[in-house]
């Protein structure tokens, strides 16, 4: 019953290293989303991938890449992380799109940036 | 101004309150509306969601919708320990979800 797996749970990075966070998820999912969340701002979506081979800015998007891997995998890539992208950062995966039948979130990565 | 205000607490009660989580929302084309509960360190679940206006319930959660004042709210009876969480509101439109910032809540024994 493993749902959505995000790796790592935790990860300090120096300012300009780069790192990929890694997701996957096994109810055959059409589609998957990556959100930050940080104090008193709720959660903002990065990026989402409505379906296999597709990607789109959400929210927040600079500073970040996606890659939608197959239908189970979505990535997420900092390029040259910042103290900003302190956060931690959930990724989601829903059967039918945005809203109509709920997220399934994994547990989520802790992130500092220092 | 938030598209999605909540109060964020903490909101403190004993066990066996009736416990009232409430939204208020800005955006007229918000069509649907969901809760999600989250456990320290955890991701958020799906609690409850709901389409129109009027109450929805779900064991002892009840979600209770009123477009016409924009006011979304979650009702726990009998609330136990095991509650102890933070209760996300989400309002959603078209391709968008929006998320309200959560409301700790702490039911002591």
């Known amino acids: 019953n493993a749902g959505v797996t995000q790796t790592p749970k935790f990860q300090v990075l120096k300012t300009g290293q780069s790192m990929t966070l890694q997701c996957a998820q096994d109810?055959?999912?059409?589609?998957m989303y990556w959100y930050r969340q940080d104090p008193g701002m709720g959660l903002r979506l990065i990026y989402y991938s409505a379906s296999e081979g597709t990607t789109d800015k959400g929210e927040v998007p600079n500073g970040y890449n996606v890659s939608r891997l197959n239908k189970r995998e979505f990535s997420l890539r900092l390029e040259s992380a910042a103290p900003s992208q302190t956060s931690v950062y959930f990724c989601?995966?829903?059967?039918?799109?945005?809203?109509?039948?709920?997220?399934?979130f994994g547990s989520g990565t802790r992130l500092t940036v220092v | 101004q938030k598209e999605v205000e909540q109060d964020p607490g903490p909101l403190s009660v004993p066990e066996g309150a009736i416990v009232s989580l409430n939204c208020t929302y800005s955006n007229s084309a918000f069509q649907y509306f969901m809760w999600y509960r989250q456990y320290s360190r955890k991701g958020p679940e799906l609690l409850m969601y709901t389409y129109s206006s009027g109450n929805k319930e779900d064991g002892r959660f009840t979600a209770q919708v009123d477009k016409s004042s924009k006011y979304i709210s979650l009702f726990i009876r009998d609330s136990q320990p095991s509650d102890s969480a933070t209760y996300l509101c989400i309002a959603g439109g078209g391709n968008k979800l929006t998320f309200g910032t959560g409301t700790q809540l702490k039911v002591e024994l």
């Open positions: 109810m055959n999912h059409n589609s």
């Open positions: 989601a995966s829903s059967e039918a799109g945005v809203g109509l039948d709920g997220y399934t």
